[in-house]
């Protein structure tokens, strides 16, 4: 049965979900004599969740960039709300923009304050008056419960906080889409509920995600779908709560085996 194990977010909006917003399709990456990314086939409808769950090395993080285009890729096509993901330009600038990536490492601006970290983007590209870039900053800060750090520098913040900050800054852009890569993984212990929690509301809000993660809470909680990826290949796809009791594949029991 695939409707089983009512209770999660990821269960309760599976529904309404709405038409694809990410679709890479025949993705195909080499670095090198390396096959980073195999055939890859994906489609991300919007609201959607999906945790993609994988081996060091197995090209997750090489996945998030190409759907970025921080990577190019060498065949296939990647399209975001059913626009090829353009070569560069102004085109490329404002397709990227409907794609907001947080990254493991805090890369906030260490030079900025808190709040000039979060109205940047906003101010520069999108060109947004600064006194309603700082409003929305400001209302983005409380929604992930740092307003009141809004004049530090993120060297005041613990990773915790820095983390919930570079999540307001990617959401200031107003992307259709959000990237997590891993984002709980550098990481204290005691901070990494801190940030899944503001994941796990962005997820019951409706947000599209694609999210690397080992966290399993969270795939329960919140995704609609885990993707499995081993060597450059989609291995397996299934339910959050069929992936991690039952996975079929044998890579995916041996790698759950090391990390349960
Ligand atoms: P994951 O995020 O799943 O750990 P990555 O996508 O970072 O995997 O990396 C997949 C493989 O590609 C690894 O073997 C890594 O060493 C290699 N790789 C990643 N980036 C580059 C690069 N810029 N040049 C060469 N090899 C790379
Ligand atoms: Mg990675």
Redesign the pocket.
Known sequence: PDDDSPGSAGEARSEELGDPLVELVDVNKH??E?H??QDINLTVRRGEVLVVI????????????AINRL?TIDTGEIRIDGEALPEEGRALARLRSDVGMVFQAFNLFAHKTILENVTLGPTKVRREKSKAAKERALGLLDRVGVKNQAGKMPAQLSGGQQQRVAIARALAMQPKVMLF??PTSALDPEMINEVLDVMVALAKEGMTMIV?THEMGFARKAANRVVF?SD?QIVEEAHPEEFFTAPRSERAKDFLSKIL
């Not at 994988?54 to 960039?65: A, D, E, F, I, V």
């Open positions: 670095f090198g390396l980073v990314l994988g081996p060091s090395g197995s090209g997750k993080s090489t996945l998030c960039r990577e890569d891993e690397v990826m450059g």
